[in-house]
């Protein structure tokens, strides 16, 4: 039998890789053992973004949203961090889903590294870019969960 407290455990987590001209998305499995990057949103304005969030959060079918967390690197935020905490109160408040925030110092330079290990030419597809941090963003998020 299926409990609700199991099907909260195993629902998918969107992530979100925020910038001020695109936005990465990423999603993990059920198991949240993969994490797939889904597709970059070019940035129109807060609505469309917001919106276009939601659709994927309902597409997608997850229980909460992994929002990239700007941080300087002495672990202060700036004004950047506040722009992507503004954005996600929106998203939480148009999808009813938690929020949760990760710190993505470096998510940019690692997803980089990924892709180039894999042979892929970064330089002019910051698209690629954007969605492979938003997936090193969920997977170092779903690394500090409990067992």
């Known amino acids: 039998m299926v409990t609700l407290a199991t099907m909260i455990e195993r629902s998918r987590l969107l992530a979100l890789d925020v ?11 059920v198991t949240k053992m993969l994490v797939t990057p889904v597709e970059t949103i070019q940035r129109k304005n807060s609505k469309i973004d917001v919106a276009r969030v939601a659709k994927l959060a309902e ?25 992507v905490r503004s954005f996600a109160k929106k998203i939480a408040r148009e ?20 892709l180039v290990e894999r042979g892929i030419d970064t330089g002019r597809n910051r698209d690629l870019i954007d969605m492979e941090a938003a997936a090193v963003i969920l997977q170092s998020y779903l690394d500090r969960q409990p067992e």
């Not at 910038?19 to 499995?29: E, F, L, P, Q, T």
């Not at 229980?63 to 700007?70: E, F, K, N």
């Not at 300087?72 to 506040?82: F, I, L, S, V």
């Open 95 to 114: 999808t009813r889903l938690p929020v949760h925030f990760e710190d993505e110092r470096l998510s940019s330079f690692t997803a980089t590294e990924r």
């Open 19 to 29: 910038g001020d001209k695109r936005i990465g998305v990423a999603v993990c499995d």
């Open 59 to 83: 597409d997608h079918e997850v229980a909460a949203v992994i929002v990239g967390l700007p941080k300087n690197m002495d672990g202060t935020e700036g004004e950047q961090a506040a722009k």
